[in-house]
Every structure is written in C-alpha cells, then in structure tokens.
C-alpha cells in the first residue's frame, strides 16, 4: 500500500494545467455567412445597375457628337480587360465561370450600345460553335446559323455592325473563304476566340470573329495576312509551318493554293520573312492582301489555392 497517495488534482489545478491552449474557436453561424452573401450578391447588382447607368450616358454623349450607329467593339480594350482579369484572379470559383460571366457582361453591354447579332458557320460542328457563341455572347444577342464560311461573310458584309464567326481551321472541303476580306472595306478579322488559351477550355473551338473593319480600338498584336500562292508544295508547306500560323486550300484559279497566315507583329518572323521562304521552296506569291489582325492569345497557368485570409503574393514587390 502506498504510503504517499498523489493528492487529486482540484479546479484550480486543472485551470493552471489548461491555461496555455486555446480554447475551441466557434462554429461560424450559418445565418451570418448567408447574409454575408446576399450582401455580396446585392452589391454586385447594384454595381451592373450602375454600370449600365454609365453605358446610358456614353451612349448620350456619343448621340451629342453625332457617333451614334458606328461600332462599339473595342478588341484592344477587351484584350487588356480579359488580361487582367485572368491574372488577377484567385480562389476556388473556377477561370471558366469568371471568364464566361465576364464576356457575357462585354458583350451584352455592347449589344445594348449598339444592337448586333452574331452569325456562325456550323459546318464543322454544331455543338461546338453554339458553344463558342454562347460563351463569349450570352443569349441576349441574337443568334444566326449558317452552313459554310461564305454566309457568314456575306451576312457580316450586308449588315450595319454584325459579328461572324468562322473556324480557325480548315476543316474538310474548306473554302478560301478569306479571300472575301481582301477589299478596303469588306469585313475583317478582329480577333481570335477563345482569347485565354487552356486546354480544358468548356469553349475551346478556335473561331476567327469578323466584323467591318475596326478604326477605334483595333487590336493588331497578330495580323492575317491572306495569300494567293503558285507552284504550292509539301515542301513550301513543311518550310513555312515553323514560322507562322498557316491555313492552306486549293485555288483552283492558279493552280496552286489560297493561305490565310497569321504572323505576330514585332515577332521573329516577319511578312517579307515569310515570302522570302515560299520562294526559296518553289513557291511563287501572285498576291497579299492584309485581311486583319487581332490579340495575341493569352496562355493561363492556374494559381494555386490560397488559404482563407491569405493575401496574393505579388512578384512586382519582391514578395517571397
């Protein structure tokens, strides 16, 4: 038997035994944080009303100054502002749904500016190009189908500011359809969708959007040149796919083939590069014509989570 029992631990023990922990934080009320989210989801309203109040005005003062009716694309701010937004973005709420409420709010703003509808080829693939349109149009802005490149075109060209979108490709049987942009004022290329390249994009069909040509806010960070070309070969064919993007069909009426190229300005490679190198395979160039241009494409790389409260780090400041 233990001559010495422990003496038993009283309150006040247990309190100095308790004294370095923390105690347990409380469950977070359910109620709070849903008002917190109405309070959110207000704001933002608030702020698209607001929003639109200011559209409402640039639209009055362009009707003062009589520049009213012309159109209200602007692809080289629409590249910055996407730009920013991709960059700038963190947290669990995915690009996709940032990105698409964003083109959404681009373009339905726009549309209300200055009404428009877009035109689509759905030729190489239905799906797909309904897609692209609805992801970067919304379904405020009308919606016109054609089959085949050569619609979309006529359609853009014959009305007062509508957009067209055609493959970035050549799918089977594709026609020169660029050769319609050759003229001073037949429609051109603005811009390339979708403008943030990722491969799991949820609208990743590689479009060209056509419009009349842009004289306020074009973008020409990439121009599409259009080409008619003689004596066109695999060889020509293998020597120009290092330097620039190249779409390439037959042109039955030179025996040889129509090239829509596209060639980043102030890039490595320049026109008369690519020229230099058509002729140097056997090729001969009987035209060039400047068919459009539009944004570099943005490529994403995810930021990777950060903890509730964590602040981003921002390279700029030399932040570790």
Known sequence: MNENPRPLATPDDASVLNAGSAPPAPAPDLAVLRSEIDRIDAAMHALLIERGQIIDRLVA???????EGGSAFRPAREA?????????????LPLDTVEGIWRVIISTFTYVQAPYAVHADLAAGEAAMRDTSRFHFGFTVPF???MGPAGVVAAVAASRGDLGLVPAFAPPGASAWWTALEGAHAPKIIARLPFVERADHPAGLPVFCIAHPVTDGAVTEVETWSL???????QAARALAPL?????????????????????????VALDAVLATLRAAGASVRAVAL???HARRHTHSPHPALPPGAAPIDARAGNP
């Open 61 to 67: 003062v362009k009707r003062a100054r009589g520049a």
């Open 80 to 92: 910055s502002m996407m730009r920013q937004l991709v960059d700038r973005h963190r947290g669990i």
């Open 144 to 146: 016109v189908a054609h």
């Open 228 to 234: 008619h070309v003689g004596g066109w070969s695999a």
């Open 244 to 268: 620039a993007d190249v779409i390439a069909v037959p042109d039955r009426g030179l025996d040889g083939a129509a090239l829509l190229v596209s060639i980043p300005v102030g890039g490595a």
């Open 291 to 293: 068919v459009g241009s």
